[in-house]
């Protein structure tokens, strides 16, 4: 499971609904993330992205889109951004879109 560090005790499982979580992560837990999700990635089509206080349970089908952009922020520092979209169906069969930003 890919875990990103959060700020709460109770887990929610999220399915089929639109949900964005922003967090600040050290570059080593950072890194521990993005292995975590490649190694799912790797692995199968089933992966799990969570927090501390959230968890979603995501099969998906490829191909995978991969977006990067990148460009300078206001403050003289540079801003990349990173989008893996996945496509995929869950159980009861609706059409799904998970974005990890």
Do not use: C, K
Not at 15 to 38: I, K, M
């Amino acid at each position: 499971m890919a875990r990103l560090p959060s700020e709460s005790d109770d887990p929610e499982t999220v399915r089929g609904e639109s949900f964005e979580e922003q967090v600040r992560a050290d570059r080593e837990a950072t890194a521990t993330f993005l292995h975590e999700l490649a190694d799912q990635l790797e692995a199968g089509t089933d992966l799990t992205m969570a927090g501390d206080d959230w968890e979603i349970p995501f099969t998906y089908e490829e191909p995978i889109e991969i977006e990067y952009e990148v460009e300078p922020a206001g403050d003289g520092s540079l801003e990349a951004e990173l989008e893996i979209e996945f496509t995929g169906f869950q159980e009861d069969g609706d059409e799904n879109e998970l974005h990890i930003r």
